[in-house]
């Protein structure tokens, strides 16, 4: 009983979402494996078929697109406010993140020219957003952004070239309730993607305050706090807290699917079924 | 009477949303504009501020996030189902739709690399996937995408560099109904933009057949039909319609702004108005 699959079946398999128990199989002899795998992608691409029609008749929208309306919906309930920023944005703001050359995230940023790339994250954007929000609105400023961003990746499993990213950001808060409201923040996120049962990694720090992971096997969330080292750059001068999110990976644990991209925008993958069937 | 305002005073005006009569108008003297300009822009100032306080307190939700919205509710009870795709594309499959260098277009794409670009359309995506779902779907195949495409502009009153388009597509229809079902798409489209007496410009073809473009002052949509000269790099051997919109022109006309920018992605505006106030 040591025969597994071969690379090929197993990338197949992966790729038809089989369960990690499939995956995993072994047999006592290659023809028996071989005829397993004929029946299990028979099955497997059954019902690949079976939820591709039922998307054309029924459901007509995908995963992504409504747990996006979701989160909107939700968000705006709780007093949030959407924004919609560019996704082309300047190597100026990006430096004022401490996104230069030195930094980990640089090397992954897509550039269009000298002057301009992708954005890697939302967070420039918000912070520019405050700035002129705080001289008009009266606090507490409640924002989110649900966007893509990019970031070069060896586009395993768990990484997207283009992913969506959704950011909450509370400005103009007590001191003492940031905490609180990150966990309010996640537990909103989490109730509405379907996802119980999901952990909360703290990590303090003198600089930054408490920030909180939001993980379940994989990193779901990061968030951040201010007053924080970057606010003087941006002109921010009150509390804050901030969580983001990538929405395929939230799909991706609540579909139980075997990767990320079958929940993401895609050629190969319509609302999570492989499209080679 | 044929003093006007300067082009600073022009520009603001602009920016801050006036009418078009407002901005065409003519002072006896440069002192008399100075007062009425100082009038009028606090007064447009007051009704940007009114318009934000109202969008934090009750809206929540900017213009164009509540027409996708509406778009994808309208034509999923049409039969339309939606897809979502990468903005990042080859320039293989730009190249099959014809964007090489002798194109107009292929100086307005911006790369990403040797090899990769952002869309400046949605159609080479959407005839991958047609050729999928041609051999797994029951024609006829209604598919529709909203989302962001790319474009090198001069950034004009009526252009943007990244700006969201809706293109609506069925596939597999008798010959004799395309025409009259380009023209149920654009009523519809119409209809949830809440734009009434609009145009339709009809171009007739040997090649193309009918095309048929949407204009109401200005072109807020276009359309194609096969079968088309391209068809056959996609594999594509049957009857099909396309309309194609730009939203943040619907907004534009719908909402009388003054410019695109004030609808679209945006750090300057939020939902129309400008936020050096």
Redesign the interface.
Known sequence: MDITWTPIQKQRLKELNASPVCQEKRFESANKRDVAFQDLERQLVAKG?QH??E??NNS???L??KLE?RL?EAL?LR??????????ISKGSLAKMSVDDKHPLFSQV???DSKRC?RPMLAP?LY??WK??LR???PP?RLFEI??C?RKESQGGLHL??FTMLNITELGLPLNERRQRLEEMAALVMSVAGIDEYQLEVTSSVVYGDTLDVIKGIELGSSAMGPHVLDKKWGITVPWVGIGFGLERLLMVKEEAQNVQSM????SY?DGVR???
Chains 1, 2 share one sequence.
């Open positions: 078929r591709l029609t998307f054309q007509k929208r995908p992504l697109s309306q909107i705006n007093g949030f406010a959407q924004v919609m920023t560019p996704t082309i897509f550039w269009l992708l954007n520019t957003l002129d929000l008009l609105w009266q400023i966007g893509t990019y070239n283009e993401g925008r895609s050629l319509l499209l080679n069937i």
